[in-house]
């Protein structure tokens, strides 16, 4: 014990006598210590420096793009047709909420969405932030999880009313069309980028969608922002004033829809031009769409197709006033000149073409086309000659797009002339084996209608930006076509069409009119042959002697011609057009005498025809496109009474034609016995057509055709 405490003396004593060597290693220590600091202020000052200054503006320095509005599109009169409004977005972070799966289910309920798929997603985002802090690294997202974007006003004031504190809002740009479906087709629709996916939204969409502005915010640590600099100012998108008229746009939705569904055509088009101006006062497609609702699965296929634009059809008769036409240009035929129409039947080499109702043996020219004669057509195109007719096709704007701002246009199918066959001539002549859009066909009879020149489809009138000057849209020159001479002779012939021939469906109260009826069998590509469906056009315009305006109807895949499916969509539109037009009348207004019995214009096909796939205009049909309606039992055989316009109503000797609607062959041929009437049967089965039709007096020794299927 006493050997212990005198060692531990001894140590005293001898660090009493060295205290420099604690100082030392103090020192020492303290030393190190600040080269360790020094060097690491150099490695993160000097070394590492432009590395940590990129992560420290990375983390506190944020550019944020702001979009600018887009611009609107409006009519001819102003009326919006598309605009972007404010719309609630819902989002939420789902490591803030406290019970997944309430969570979960009030959501579902509120905003109706699928409650276990958003359950899933908050399971995901939640498993992916622990699994980053767990392996120490940066999770792939931020917590930040939509639920649902651009929700509906009830929606997000029935979710507000909740109160839940980890529900977040956000407001985002919605495009909205008040409209609804009216002109949906041409306006088009847009993503949830507000980005342009079809329509005058999609080919439009750099002019209507501005440019992004931008703005750089510096924030602390935790995310809040400390100060902000705008680096770019966002520039509004313009709005487009169009050249419809909302009015007229509507009527031309009406009666296209309402004739497709009367005749369950798998499509239609109209167009409404003005043919001086080349405005497009309408567009309508057949099927429609609401642009306000997303693609669903019971929307039919075509429904966003701009059929119109984007849909070329084989014409038929409609194209015979391009070969009539060129005729009056090329070749010394005049409106009274006579063709040799053979009886109904024409023979091109081994090739055999025949009449489609009942042969003509001479015609002048102006019946050939009131008429609508497949063989006065040929004839005529052969005095024209292959090289002048293609010319003249070209001219009238076939076969290239007429530049109209939208997207996936047609510009039909012209062959070469060293592509034609040896009796194409024949077939373009009466418009087959080429093909064209509804607003080729308006432009085209623009031509005649204006005096001869082609004008240029116009569809947007100006532009303009939030508080900028208005930007008029450039015009085209048009370009002569043909002499104001011979325009003026075709549109008195294509009156005659709607007078005496096949277009007497298209006959205005209190206007002229001029047009041409078109029914060209559809051709099937799996069978190689022409099917009994038919795209059924009439082209026309009003009034004859200084058309105000230029309209085209088209119904694809129907059983009947274009003088009754098409020709009163015509008559209506181009009614009230020209009443919204104030253009004056230039005739009594005397309603003309209707050509059939409503009953008629129900459910009529034509099929089991003994004629070839040719043109089919000669049978008149009934042209209204009015609801089914109760109509007087049919007249007995007996004089009747009809009205003519301009005049009273006059007594017509000889009997009136029966209905024979509904009705086999055999019984109709005992009741037209019984009455003393001549009848002419084609086809078998149960009768659905006849011409004259039910109430029409019967001049001595006429028959009625009946059409059996």
């Known amino acids: 014990m006493l050997a212990w405490g005198r060692r531990a003396k001894d140590e005293r004593i001898r660090e009493r006598a060295h205290p420099g060597a604690r100082l030392f290693l103090l020192g020492a220590g303290a030393l190190l210590w600040a080269i360790l600091i020094l060097c690491r202020l150099v490695q993160l000052q000097v070394v590492s420096h432009k590395t940590y200054k990129e992560q420290a503006d990375h983390q506190q320095n944020h550019i944020l793009r702001v979009d600018a509005p887009r611009g609107s599109v409006l009519d001819r009169e102003g009326h919006v047709l598309a605009m972007s409004v404010p719309a609630d977005s819902v989002a939420i972070d789902p490591l803030l909420v406290p019970d997944r799966p309430l969570a979960a289910s009030i959501l579902s309920r509120a905003l109706g969405v699928d409650r276990e798929e958003l359950l899933g997603r908050m399971d995901a985002a939640v498993e992916e932030q622990r699994s980053a802090r767990e392996q120490k690294r940066k999770p792939k997202g931020t917590g930040f ?98 050249s419809i008229d909302e009015s007229i746009q509507f009527v031309a939705e009406r009666e296209l829809k309402a004739a497709c569904e009367l005749y369950h055509a798998s499509s239609g088009s109209t167009v409404v031009m003005d043919p001086h101006s080349g405005e497009i006062l309408a567009m309508a497609s057949y099927p429609i769409f609401d642009p306000n609702q997303p693609p669903s699965s019971d929307e039919a296929p075509s429904a966003r197709f701009d059929h119109p634009v984007s849909v070329a059809f084989e014409p038929g008769s409609v194209f015979k006033i391009v070969t009539v036409s060129a005729a009056l240009e090329t070749t010394s035929l005049r409106p009274e000149s006579l ?9 091109l080499g081994s090739r055999v073409i025949h009449e489609a109702h009942h042969g003509y043996g001479t015609l002048a020219v102006a019946d050939v086309l009131a008429k609508s004669s497949n063989i006065g057509a040929i004839q005529i195109g052969l005095k024209v000659g292959d090289k002048n007719l293609l010319d003249y096709v070209h001219k009238f704007g076939f076969g290239r797009t007429t530049g109209i701002p939208l997207p996936a246009e047609s510009s039909g199918m012209i062959r070469d002339l060293k592509h034609w066959g040896k009796t194409s001539i024949a077939s373009v002549a009466m418009g087959h084996e080429v093909s064209t859009t509804a607003l080729q066909l308006a432009q085209a009879c623009s031509v005649i209608a204006n005096g001869g020149v082609l004008v240029k489809p116009r569809l947007i009138l100006k532009r303009q930006r939030p508080g900028g000057k208005v930007e008029n849209e450039p015009v085209s020159a048009p370009e002569r076509v043909l002499k104001a001479e011979t325009a003026i002779t075709m549109r008195q012939m294509m009156e005659g069409v709607v007078l005496r021939g096949t277009g007497k469906g298209a006959r205005l109260a209190g206007y002229t009119s001029g047009g041409k009826t078109g029914s060209a069998q559809i051709f099937d590509l799996e069978t190689k042959h022409y099917t009994h469906m038919y795209n059924g056009s009439f082209v026309g315009f009003a009034p004859v002697t200084n058309p105000a305006v230029v309209i085209a109807v088209t119904l694809n895949g129907v059983h009947m011609f274009g003088g009754v ?113 001549q009848v002419e049967v084609v086809g078998s089965g149960i009768a659905r057509q006849q011409a004259p039709p039910p109430g029409s007096p019967l001049n001595p020794g006429e028959k009625v055709k009946v059409l059996f299927r």
């Open 145 to 242: 999880l939509w639920v649902k974007r651009k929700i509906a006003p009830g929606e997000a004031e029935a979710l507000r009313s909740l109160k839940l504190d980890w529900v977040e809002f956000r407001k985002e740009p919605h495009r909205y069309y008040p409209d609804g479906q009216l002109a949906s087709h041409v306006v088009g629709t847009v993503d949830f980028q507000e980005r342009g996916n079809l329509g005058l939204e999609q080919r439009m969409d750099r002019d209507l969608n501005g440019r992004a502005g931008k703005v750089s915010m510096l924030t602390d640590v935790t995310g809040r922002p400390i100060e902000s600099t705008v680096s770019a100012v966002a520039e509004p998108g313009q709005s487009i004033t169009l």
């Open 339 to 347: 063709i040799n129409c053979g009886n109904g039947t024409i023979r």
């Open 565 to 677: 499916v098409a020709a009163p969509v015509f008559k209506t539109v181009a009614t009230e057009t020209l009443r919204l037009l104030a253009v004056p009348k230039d005739i009594p207004e005397v309603e003309p005498p209707p050509l059939a019995n409503p009953e008629e214009a129900n459910d009529v096909a034509i099929a089991d025809m003994s004629t070839p796939p040719e043109d089919l205009e000669q049978l008149p049909a009934p042209p209204t496109v009015a609801p089914k309606t109760a109509s007087a039992p049919a007249q007995a055989a007996s004089p009747s009474t009809v009205a003519v316009a301009g005049a009273s109503s006059v007594a017509v000797a000889g009997p009136a034609a029966p209905s024979f609607e509904g009705k086999t062959v055999r019984a109709v041929i005992e009741q037209s016995m019984a009455m003393g009437v």
